[in-house]
């Protein structure tokens, strides 16, 4: 059975076969397969996080062409972009909700891109912002 995992601020379900665990910069969640990695930091802000704060912290790669696609996760909206780097895909979603702004990162190498696309999916599906202090 997959189990919730997160901070005070935030959770998300664990897809069945993962493993989670925190460091100092982030949470990061890998499959069975060792094929990718997701993860996710969060950071809050004094006032409501906005859709301009989101693309502030994503100038770097919309710059570069990046293509921002719309997108709701969980408690979440923000946007998404995805990119491909020569050896490694990346997708990344820039989430917000009241306070909270959400960076969720996923990297695989080029030959296993989709492999891991439904897990992941679940996984956004079930963000939760946990904090009152946050909303």
Not at 13 to 28: F, I, S
Not at 71 to 93: K, L, M, N, P, V
Not at 103 to 129: I, K, M
Request: hydrophobic content about 40%.
């Amino acid at each position: 059975m997959a189990c919730r995992f997160g901070t005070d601020t935030w959770s998300l379900q664990v897809p069945t076969g993962w493993r989670a665990w925190h460091d100092e910069e982030c949470a990061t969640l890998v499959g069975p397969g060792d094929l990718g990695a997701l993860q996710v930091s969060a950071a809050l802000k004094n006032s409501e996080v906005l859709d301009q704060d989101l693309r502030e912290f994503a100038s770097k790669h919309l710059a570069a062409g990046a293509h921002a696609e719309a997108t709701e996760a969980g408690d979440y909206a923000g946007f998404e972009i995805a990119f491909s780097d020569g050896q490694t895909h990346w997708r990344q979603w820039f989430l917000r909700r009241g306070r909270q702004a959400l960076f969720v990162t996923y990297n695989c190498a080029l030959n296993s891109r989709g492999a891991e696309d439904d897990a992941v999916r679940q996984a956004l599906a079930s963000l939760r912002q946990t904090g009152q202090d946050v909303a």
